[in-house]
């Protein structure tokens, strides 16, 4: 079953850089998302989170109370940091020095004649993988190797070429952010995080995994409600999913693989889209309070971890200001937008 992003794509591209650039990705502290192996992306249990998003609060209104993703979960599942330096910057209205400069591409003209995009697929053909697709009776994994070898032969290989270096790297790191942690709808990718590239020994200072968190909010926030997936790394929120409501949709196959999402094996059903929904949706309204798991690292220690103890030092300190572990709230919704919690 393919996922419903490209991330395949987008791990192909990783695993096909030379061994000397994918080290330099893992200082970046990027590796450990990238190594994880792609899997099935559940369309309606991603639905059924989103049903449950209030915009007022922010948070995901269950009928036992109010959850939220925290750093902590980002940093465990993912393996992202989240801690260090902040992303902050300005967004233009026109990267094309930019873009010529760092990827040696043109932005395309939007509608409003801004040039912030670069096309997918003219990415794509820089990286050796345009028009690349999972043939029907292809298994992923072996998809997976099959895009990897194509890409392999698109990049330098000479760890002393530092100019081609750097520009394969960066166009790799524009598509990992545009299509694999960073997604948005449509066929361009922003180039917002280019600025962040020029000099790509601070890439692995800021706080991405803290960036991922807040494009996912922004994208639960500001979406129609019925897409299928979400915002920034899909995975991540199914995956949350697993530890604090189990819904039986995944098994867990390494109970020591870090990160957390390395160890799941989604279950993939074929019944209709809309027979999963309701029966999903039902699942929810009926789950008992008693099971949820409020604290699902309880046990862990610091497996799963790439944050410092600093910032995940007080787990009952954090968790009350609702940036560690899920955050619970009385039932009683906001009375702002007068929503009420579902029996």
């Not at 915009?55 to 939220?68: A, N, Q």
């Not at 991405?208 to 790394?233: I, M």
């Not at 906001?334 to 919690?341: F, H, K, L, Y």
Request: include cysteine; aromatic fraction near 12%; charge should be neutral.
């Amino acid at each position: 079953m393919r996922p419903g992003t490209m991330w395949p794509l987008v791990v192909a591209a990783y695993r096909g850089l030379p061994a000397f650039q994918r080290e330099r990705v893992r200082e970046m502290g990027f590796g450990s998302i990238l190594e994880i192996e792609p899997f099935f992306v559940d369309p309606p249990l991603i639905q059924v989170i989103w049903d449950r998003w209030d915009r007022v609060s922010r948070t995901f209104l269950f009928p036992w109370g109010h959850m939220v993703p925290s750093l902590e979960d980002v940093a465990r599942i993912t393996g992202l940091r989240v801690d260090g330096e902040a992303m902050t910057g300005v967004t233009y209205a026109d990267y094309t020095d930019l873009t010529q400069q760092l990827l040696g591409l043109e932005p395309f003209e939007q509608d409003d004649h801004e040039q912030r995009m670069v096309r997918r697929v003219a990415l794509l053909q820089l990286l050796g993988l345009a028009g690349v697709r999972q043939k029907v009776d292809e298994l992923l994994l072996a998809f997976v190797e099959r895009a990897a070898g194509l890409a392999r032969a698109t990049y330098g290989q000479d760890v002393e070429d530092t100019v081609r270096a750097d520009r394969d790297l960066r166009r790799f790191l524009v598509f990992f952010f545009g299509k694999m942690l960073f997604t948005t709808k449509g066929d361009g990718i922003h180039c917002r995080f280019l600025e962040l590239l020029d000099d790509l020994t601070r890439v692995g200072r800021y706080t991405w995994g803290a960036a991922l968190l807040a494009h996912t909010f922004a994208d639960l926030s500001t979406g129609t409600g019925r897409e299928t997936t979400v915002g920034g790394f899909t995975p991540f929120l199914q995956v949350w999913s697993y530890y604090y409501l189990s819904l039986g949709r995944a098994t867990e196959v390494d109970p020591t693989a870090v990160p957390l999402a390395r160890r799941w094996l989604p279950l993939v059903s074929t019944a209709t889209y809309a027979f999963q929904l309701d029966v999903l949706r039902r699942h929810v309204r009926n789950f008992p309070a008693l099971l949820v798991v409020w604290e699902p690292y309880a046990d862990y220690g610091d497996v799963g971890k790439s944050v410092s103890s600093r910032t995940l030092g007080s787990r009952t300190k954090a968790s009350s200001r609702g940036t560690t572990g899920a955050t619970y709230r009385p039932v009683k919704p906001p009375q702002s937008n007068g929503r009420e919690a579902s029996p």
